[in-house]
């Protein structure tokens, strides 16, 4: 779908000739001549403007009445005054309306400080009121939910987060009640508002109705840093400002950047930060004694470490998980595979994609943008739930279907919260997400799909009925290509069908003329929050950094290393970010394991049932504000973290504590800076040539766009085979949920959220006994 | 590498324990900035003496002069000097005097917590760390409380905007100006230390006086 275009005009602000795009709105054509406009209801990110508030009242030239600036589209010689008397009356009496039932408890007021309305009252209120009446009153504050507070006085009525809650996540939970000025913000019946994404109208209030139950209080914005981050919480890993008091995060508030997260967060990524700074945080290395994890010094954790690892030496294996970074799994890989002779290692949840098939995967034609999500003309989503898996794109689809009519088809094997904006839902049998592909590939290539969508669990017609909505309609071919994105969950290369499913996958991007058309692709949503980028480093059973050949033989992917340890065929095993009974499918297989293996090494941040069980040796893991590394994003652009708090206790980087391990076992590396991991990292990617953290900066670059991108040696995949594809219910049994994991279960206010309550007490209990004070001090 | 002009000559550049001897003086010149300093000419004997006599038992004349005065020194810390009323000291934080909770005998802590003290600091030595009151443990009469108030008074320098920054007349400046410690540490005044009543050991200078 063509983006939107628009002509320059040029008009007149306040005697100042201001050219602008056509159209755009007056607010914000202003700012391009250096006039500032108050706005309080008006946010582009929320859609059309309501006009709900009046505070941008300007004066028009051949308009008789003052115009909301916020809802008049800029035209060519239009002539517009802010400043003029009637604007200045006009906005005054705004302000004084609002204030009348204002509290004006500023002083206790946790917005106070960076209040659009203290501010626009300053700037551009009377100075006095007139209205000496009782003020409107409510109880106060009450709570909206646990992770938000309602001051219902302070509330202005500017509808942003209605409009949020209808038209952006489209929970449809918050209305606006009774009339006039007695209207309030409230949910049906009283109900808590939770839903995933409800942490935005937090952010999203000009005034201090709404507030953060977790941030309420700690902090004046006199008191506070913002550091600019990447949340890697989840594979979207939207771009976050972290508000930094003390070396603490206190908050987490959105950076927007459109084509990653278009201003949104999820709450998991707003409300975990929390999780960083409780006491059942892990501090200090910890090593196994006498059948008890005890807090050592670095040097004793580091002796055992490498003193395991050299013991199991080729029968070591590694599994990256969770926030790892690029450069950690480059050491781990290294470490691995130079220093000891092991090819065991592996960064995906389950199943190996052929090198060939990833690179094809990879290529950067077939790669679709975030934003082209919004723009496509039909978008499959395919056994992937966004909401789960990467939250922040199910927000984006939704703004596809609303605003540009993209038309959303979904296949997942179960229910899925995309339904209504989706024109088409198709079901299949869980597991069966290859066989689902072949089929749809056979449908749109025009064969015989009966059979294969039979294997799939899938209805045939229902099948057909996708593929034409794929296809697109001659009307619509009239407008140009017809452009799809494909969005699909890593479940559909998983187990033994890995290879089908990419296979599938290429042959549907082929039978749609995905690499040719622009504005359309595929783009994966992998399992853990760096998945793409670890893949990249070469932290795969089959494939060095950039899909690139092995010199030895290939290694056992996830689950073989489970079974070889089981077998006893394996020894040691590195877990980086990762509980394998928690992120890995198969929890049985994966118990068996650790507790058949002779040491086990894992950097951890909380003591999770797998580590607190099994681990011989526990590095504190950092958390992702404390990080200094690059991620790679599910569209191949390459984001930087960089150290935004202190570490808290005795945590160093990570990479450090493997570049150490490494050496140790007879590397040379010399790293000194993560900058210089970094630079190691982009020299080691072929496709990374060249890159530079000033290149990166804040916002990342995608790879494909670069010109090293050329060095991703395109191997010709092999002819898509039959569908035999099977489908492998366990995996799918072992689906899990971003909301699972101790990021959200060790967050007091995010806890709730946490589908496991039953693990939350062992885990509480496990850490309190274990780090408690005392203990700390007594080794 | 292109060797910059003003750069020692030959091969030396970069290495240690160039000598003097081979450096270019004239390479460091500083060229137009300096300026001569100007000096008046030395005295001549005259003088000389009608200073090193004259001058010296002028200034002795002056210092007997005072002889018969009485001693202006303040004979601290036996004596103080009284301060004017508004004389800005040591800060005080209030409570209010009727709403004694739960049993207890003080008032309700005026501060709220806002912090605006500490915006207004020009020395930023004030830090608030706020808390929610809750009905159980109710602190002060709003919603937030400070749970840390300190002041680093080693670092104050007594301008009193606090004090006028503060909406709720929390923070007042005292007149007490004793506040000289043994360790640096102990300046850091707490939300307890400055709530507490404190010492009356500077005189208030009356009206008049
Ligand atoms: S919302 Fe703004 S103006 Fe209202 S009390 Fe809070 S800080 Fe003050
Ligand atoms: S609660 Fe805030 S965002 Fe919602 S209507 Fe009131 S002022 Fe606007
Ligand atoms: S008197 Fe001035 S310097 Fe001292 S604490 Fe108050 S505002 Fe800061
Ligand atoms: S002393 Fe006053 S200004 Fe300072 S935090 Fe307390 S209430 Fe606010
Ligand atoms: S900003 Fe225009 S009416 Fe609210």
Redesign the interface.
């Known amino acids: 779908m063509p983006r939107p275009e628009s002509k320059t005009i040029t008009f007149t602000i306040d005697g100042r000739e201001v050219s602008a795009p056509e159209n755009t709105m007056l607010v914000d054509a202003a700012k391009l001549g250096d006039v500032e406009i108050p706005v309080f209801c008006y946010e582009p990110k929320l859609g059309q403007p309501v006009g709900a508030c009046r505070m941008c009242l300007v004066e028009i030239e051949g308009i008789p009445k003052l115009q909301t600036g916020c809802s008049t589209p800029v035209k060519d010689g239009m002539v517009v005054y802010t400043q003029s008397d009637r604007v200045t009356i006009a906005q005054q009496a705004v302000v004084e309306f609002l204030l009348i039932n204002h509290p004006l408890d500023c002083p206790v007021c946790d917005k106070g400080g960076e209040c659009p309305l203290q501010d626009i009252t300053f700037g551009w209120g009377g100075g006095i009121s007139r209205f000496v009446e009782p003020k409107r009153h409510f109880v106060k504050p009450l709570e909206l939910s646990p992770l938000i507070a309602i001051d219902r006085e302070r509330c202005i009525l500017c509808y942003r987060c209605v409009r949020f809650s209808q038209e952006i996540s489209e929970d449809y939970q918050l209305v606006l009640l009774d009339r006039g000025a007695h209207s309030y913000v409230a949910t049906f019946d009283g109900h808590p508002y939770v839903a995933p994404f409800s942490g935005n109208i937090v952010e999203l209030c000009p005034v201090g109705a709404l507030t953060s139950r977790a941030y309420r209080f700690r902090a004046r914005p006199w008191d506070i840093e913002s550091a600019g981050s990447v949340c890697t919480l989840c594979p979207a890993q939207c771009n976050v400002a972290v508000t930094v008091r003390d070396e603490r995060a206190l908050r987490v508030l959105a950076r927007e950047h459109p084509e990653v997260d278009d201003g949104w967060l999820c709450d998991k990524g707003r409300f975990a930060y929390q999780s960083f700074h409780v006491p059942e945080r892990i501090t200090q290395p910890l090593v196994r004694d006498g059948g008890f994890l005890r807090p050592v010094s670095w040097e004793r954790a580091l002796d055992e470490a490498s003193a395991g690892l050299r013991r199991a030496g080729a029968r070591a294996a590694g599994v990256a998980a969770g926030t790892t970074t690029s450069e950690e799994g480059l050491l781990l890989a290294r470490l691995l595979r130079e220093g000891l002779g092991s090819p065991h290692l592996d960064a995906r949840r389950s199943g190996t994609v052929s090198t060939g098939l990833a690179r094809a995967l990879a290529a950067p034609a077939l790669q679709a943008r975030v934003s082209d999500l919004e723009f496509a003309h039909a978008v499959l989503v395919l056994d992937t739930e966004p909401v789960d898996d990467a939250p922040i794109l199910d927000l984006r689809l939704r703004k596809g279907v609303r605003r540009h009519r993209t038309k959303l088809a979904v296949a997942s094997p179960g229910a899925t919260t995309l339904a209504e904006p989706a024109t088409l839902c198709v079901r299949f049998a869980p597991g069966a997400g290859a066989a689902f592909a072949v089929a749809l590939a056979a449908a749109l290539r025009g064969e015989d799909h009966a059979a294969l969508a039979r294997d799939a669990g899938a209805e045939a017609d229902q099948v057909a009925a996708l593929s034409d909505l794929l296809r697109g309609s001659e009307s619509d071919e009239a407008q140009g290509p017809h452009e799809v994105v494909i969005l699909w969950g890593e479940r559909l290369t998983a187990g033994d069908s890995a290879d089908h499913g990419a296979q599938a996958l290429l042959s549907l991007a082929d039978a749609l003329g995905l690499a040719d058309t622009d504005g359309a692709g595929l783009l994966e949503i992998p399992a853990h929050a760096n998945g793409r980028g670890l893949r990249e480093a070469g932290v795969l059973p089959n494939a060095g950094p950039g899909y690139g050949e092995l010199a030895g033989a290939a290694g056992r992917d996830a689950a073989g290393i489970a079974a070889g340890l089981a077998a006893g065929e394996l020894s040691a095993v590195y877990l980086l970010h990762c509980d394998p009974l928690r992120d890995l499918p198969d929890r049985q297989a994966w118990g068996e394991a650790l507790a058949s293996a002779s040491t086990v090494v894992a950097h951890a941040s909380h003591l999770t049932q797998g580590i607190r069980e099994h681990a011989d040796v526990v590095f504190p893991a950092e958390a992702y504000p404390e990080k200094e590394g690059t991620v790679v994003h599910p569209d191949g652009r390459v984001q930087r973290l960089r150290p935004a708090i202190a570490h808290p206790g005795e945590v160093r980087h990570e990479w450090r504590v493997l570049a150490e391990l490494a050496e140790r076992a007879g590397l040379e590396l010399t790293l000194h800076s993560g900058a210089a991991a970094a630079e190691l990292l982009y020299a080691s990617v072929p496709f990374y040539a060249g890159l530079t953290l000033d290149e990166i900066g804040g916002r990342g670059v995608r790879w494909q766009e670069r010109a090293a991108a050329t060095e991703l040696g395109a191997a010709a995949p092999p002819a898509p085979g039959p569908g035999a594809a099977s489908a492998s219910a366990g995996e799918a049994a072992a689906y899990r949920s971003l909301w699972d994991a101790p990021e959200v279960e060790f967050s007091p206010t995010l806890e709730f959220l946490f589908p496991h309550p039953e693990l939350l007490a062992d885990d509480r209990a496990a850490s309190a006994e274990l780090l408690a004070p005392e203990l700390e001090t007594a080794s | 590498m292109a060797s910059p002009p003003n750069s020692e000559d030959g091969g030396a550049a970069g290495a240690p324990g160039t000598s003097a001897a081979t450096l270019n003086v004239a390479a460091w010149s500083p060229g137009d900035d300096v300026i001569e300093v100007q000096r008046t000419p030395a005295p001549g004997p005259t003088r000389s003496t009608w200073r090193t006599f004259v001058e010296t038992l002028r200034g002795l004349g002056t210092t007997f002069g005072r002889f018969h005065e009485t001693p202006v020194t303040v004979q601290y810390p036996e004596e103080k000097t009284p301060v004017y009323p508004r004389f800005r000291g040591r800060h005080k934080l209030h409570r209010f005097e009727d709403t004694p909770q739960n049993g207890a005998q003080a008032g309700l802590e005026k501060c709220?917590?806002?912090?605006?003290c500490?915006?207004a600091c020009p020395a930023d030595c004030i830090r608030?760390?706020?808390?929610?009151n809750t009905p159980e443990h109710r602190v002060s009469a709003?919603?937030?409380y400070a749970e840390i108030y300190e002041i680093n008074l080693s670092r104050c320098i007594f301008c009193g905007y606090c004090e006028v920054a503060c909406?709720?007349d929390a923070i007042t400046m005292g007149h007490d100006y004793e506040l000289s410690d043994y360790d640096r540490t102990d300046l850091i005044f707490t939300k307890e230390m400055l709530l507490a009543e404190p010492l009356e050991r500077t005189p208030l200078r009356n009206e008049g006086e």
């Open positions: 709220v917590g806002c912090s605006l500490a915006a608030v760390v706020a808390a929610e709003g919603e937030r909406p709720f």
